[in-house]
């Protein structure tokens, strides 16, 4: 009898040898599958948060800045005013133009291709047409083409960044 028990025992030794080292590799696989897990959740809402920062936030400022200068003393401005007002405002709105209005466009402009991945912009018409009116806008000024007219300033598109913004806000917030 001896020898059957001794190999019942070694069997059970085994047997449990085998569930313990099975039940360690489920163990770590499943560490490491939550670790990979909330780092892929970091990363993300870390990129998220980058996007809205880099490019987001920087476009609503320079459309809001450049729509203030266009509101105040742009050509709509010249309208019914004396000859001399019309030529004052003029003067500034040239002035305005050229020194931050194109390098705002142009500042916009580079920040669509920098972040065009990452914001979608493939997908997102309005920056498609935000991208193509900076362009336009800058050559426009020295050359009027007819691209110009095409993609003309539409106001929903900062309404559009703004709301996107405000999105990816609350995925950030959702997310802690």
């Not at 450049?66 to 003067?91: Q, S, V």
Request: proline letters at 4%; glycine letters at 4%.
């Amino acid at each position: 009898m001896e020898p059957d028990s001794f190999n019942t025992s070694n069997i059970i030794s085994i047997i449990a040898l085998i569930v313990s080292i099975i039940s360690g590799l489920a163990v770590a696989f499943f560490s490491a599958w939550v670790s990979a897990k909330y780092q892929s959740k970091i990363k993300a809402m870390d990129s998220t948060k980058k996007l809205r920062e880099e490019f987001y936030g920087p476009v609503l400022s320079i459309l809001t800045e450049n729509e203030m200068l266009y509101n105040e003393f742009g050509p709509k401005t010249f309208i019914g005013r004396t000859p001399e007002i019309a030529d004052a405002k003029g003067a500034t709105w040239n002035s305005l133009k050229d020194k931050v209005v194109k390098p705002n466009l142009i500042l916009i402009r580079q920040l669509i291709q920098k972040h065009w991945i990452q914001s979608e912009a493939e997908s997102k018409s309005y920056l498609k047409e935000l991208f193509f009116h900076c362009s336009a806008f800058c050559e426009y000024d020295d050359t009027p083409n007819e691209m110009y007219s095409k993609y003309k300033y539409k106001p929903e598109w900062k309404t559009n960044i703004k709301n996107e913004s405000i999105r990816l806000e609350g995925e950030i917030e959702n997310e802690h």
